[in-house]
């Protein structure tokens, strides 16, 4: 356990206390109101006029004592006032929760209030006349409430905002040592090939500890994040587990670009505090003229009883219901194959594809994708001459539209992979094009490894490259696209802009608007996102495409981890997984590649052309047992029934599973490891193990046993890296 330090201000004079309360009434009238969103208790207080939040709950918390305590649900700051108030954690630590002038706003009347569906609230500072609007809006479905925060310059002279948030604060306590051995936070690295690696930690060793200044805790832990790979180091998420409590919060940033997300203590209580771009994090800045406005990026948290996988339930019924957009031709999750990943990588020929587009047709793939390289000729450079998007010269000697008739003859919809954000620096276009199209800093196109980065901020872009996508429709009758994104914009576009931030925040709002547009010329086209496998994995992009690439891991023995962390990140209908046997493949290393695509969706590849009998039919058996109970997979949620597992482990077992509400139906996927151990016993919360049966799904005939205990099951797996997948389904229950 970590030692932890406190220095108290019990029986601070004035000028020791908190900015907030000095000068106030203590005896002054207090007003209290109580509201639910989404199932969620917000706690309304007023004190001395000021309006806010006392704490937010879950649907059955028991709320800790009342601290009198006011708590803005926002944070601010301009250039001029960003410390106004002088508190020395602010100063130093650069809290964003202390920054004026947010910090010391006063109300606008009281808080609007619709019950169970939304409350506003409205400030007003006088020195500069800015009025902050926040709204708190419930979701439609799981415990979700929707943060928009607008600061709208009502003065006379022009203001210059640097930094603009929602904040959830009023959370757990902190009064008593007890959050020390109590207070979990949940947070997931991300860097290329090592996608959503899922830590959990006491939040006191990961940058919070009890050393108070000025009354509030000065500490506290935070996730970041630079440029356009939003999930280049973390998942743009957390969850801040109360173990004491008994419950969880969570939160999610809904944008496509530069982020952070604070979490500390004000007031004797946790706040989150999550924000797109600042100055600190990502150089934005704007001045807003008299009567201009500015938004916050879209936030969304919530807070339910129980820990981990019940915050995980929560955020998945919400991005079900409420950001995933619909596509018929991909609702009954159509498998897909892609001629990259440990197949054509990049090189791909007439002679070459034909075989593999036989393959994929027999093993059962639905979808067949043409991925890099089809665009350049065989002496060129895909990477740098990516940008013009017409058919390889001579990789094809019958045409692209021979190979497009030939897919479409063995059954299956032809895709294409466009990385349609860049040109490379040999595109014969680049130097046709006017500097306005591209990033420029120093008055300079921006070049990161020999590309130049498309502004879709401006309109020309966006129609150029809706004309490539018509082109490649008519020409080729392509009904799947996958979009990739494989480097990092960083800070954003300078020219035209106040700020490279303010260049990020217009680029990616014509980015939105350029695939809001997309789905809506072509309902049945299902789109992909891709950034180097997971680098831009957020909610702002995944409510605009129907899949999600989530890594470019190519060995398979470092893939549970990865397949399994990801289930996180979006609806597991909507996440691809890559599933790749090679040509050497022994029976069990296929299955337990095919094992990857088995709990959301199937991104197949591999050299299946090219396996054993044995390894084909293992092939061809999990691609069937997919289609016999993926239509499960929407209704379904995500859960870790023995926790995350890491990257670099190497022994021992990884368990994740998809699972009904009403615990009639589960599948389980187990992967073993390295190591000595042969069994597991896997613990199943919520189902009534005298009336389930449980077996193995997929692969049939292969070593290995399940079997019923008294609160769950037991796995055996007599051979190190295999796995298995287990159906748990109630008797006489339907699925």
Known sequence: MANVWCSTVAGARDHELPNILRGIDMKSKITRKTCRLAGIKVGLICKDKLWGIEYIDSPKGKTAGFNDYVHRPFALSTRVFQTRHGACETIHQLRCIGYEPGYSMASVGSPRIVAGKQIKFKYRDKQTGLQVDVTYRGAGKGAVIHADVTVTNRGAEPVTIDHISPAFPGLSTVRNNDWVENMHIHFARNAWNAEAQWYDRLICEEGMNAQYLSGDMSTFFRLESLGSFTSGRYLPMAVLEDRGAGKSYYCEIRYSGSWSMEVGAQGNRFYVLPSGPTKVDGQFWRTLAPGESLASVPIVFGVTDGGFNEAIAELTKYRRADLRPSCKADKKLPVIFDDYMNCLLGDPTEAKELPVIEAAAQAGAEYYVLDAGWSAGLRENWWTAVGEWRESPDRYPSGLKFIMDTIRAKGMVPGIWLEIEVMGVDCPMVDKMPDDWFFQRGGRRVIAANRYFLDYANPAVREHCRGIVDRLIADYGVGYLKIDYNINHREGNEAGYESPGAGQIAHIAGLYQWFDELREKYPD?????????????????????????????????????????????????????????????????????????????????????????????????????????????????????????????????VVAGLKKENHALAYIIVYRLDGKQREIEIPLEGFEMKQVRAAILYPSQRPGSVRKSRHGIKVTLPRKRTARLIQVQRMNAPG
């Open 525 to 653: 086209l299902i789109v992909e996102n891709c950034g180097s496998g997971g680098g831009r994995v957020d909610s702002g992009v995944l409510e605009r495409v129907h899949l999600q690439s989530t890594t470019d891991q190519v060995h398979y023995l470092r893939m549970p981890s990865i397949t399994t962390g990801s289930l996180t990140a979006g609806v597991p209908e909507q996440l691809l997984q890559w599933a790749y046997p090679m040509q050497d493949s022994d029976p069990e290393n296929v299955a337990f590649c095919i094992m990857f695509g088995m709990l959301s969706r199937f991104d197949l590849a591999g050299q299946i052309d090219k396996l054993s009998k044995r390894g084909t039919e293992l092939v061809h058996e999990g691609i069937a047992v997919y289609k016999t109970y993926r239509r499960d997979i929407p209704r379904m949620i995500p859960f870790f029934p023995v926790g995350t597992s890491l990257i670099h482990d190497s022994e021992g077992f």
